[in-house]
Nanobody, 117 residues
Framework: QVQLVESGGGLVQPGGSLRLSCVVS????????MGWYRQAPGKQRELVAS???????NYADSVKGRHTISRDNAKNTAYLQMNSLKPEDTAVYYC???????????WGKGILVTVSS
């Protein structure tokens, strides 16, 4: 079925940047609303950013002005450009896809982002 694969995580210094990618296979990407979530140890998973199938974006207050979510339907890929990273951004980041109208959601396995000196 539908598979979401994240990439682009790793270790970065405070103030640095990373770009996460999420490649979707097994379905029609263009009809999916996409989102990036994150979860730090001992904390609840939270929405970082989302982008609808129509390109409407939404961001958590904590990342507004620093991160940008985008999508390339031709590549079946969603991106999260993360700039001005802070230690509190450290978490496992998960890609999420929601099929429009049906509402079925799919999750990637997660990718670790560590922001540290």
């Amino acid at each position: 079925q539908v598979q979401l694969v994240e990439s682009g995580g790793g270790l970065v210094q405070p103030g640095g940047s990373l770009r996460l990618s999420c490649v979707v296979s097994g379905s029609i990407f263009s009809i999916y609303d996409m989102g990036w979530y994150r979860q730090a140890p001992g904390k609840q998973r939270e929405l970082v950013a989302s982008i609808t199938s129509g390109g409407i974006t939404n961001y958590a207050d904590s990342v507004k002005g620093r991160h940008t979510i985008s999508r390339d339907n031709a590549k079946n890929t969603a991106y999260l450009q993360m700039n001005s990273l802070k230690p509190e951004d450290t978490a496992v980041y998960y890609c999420n896809g929601r099929k429009a109208f049906v509402g079925t959601t799919y999750w990637g396995k997660g990718i670790l982002v560590t922001v540290s000196s």
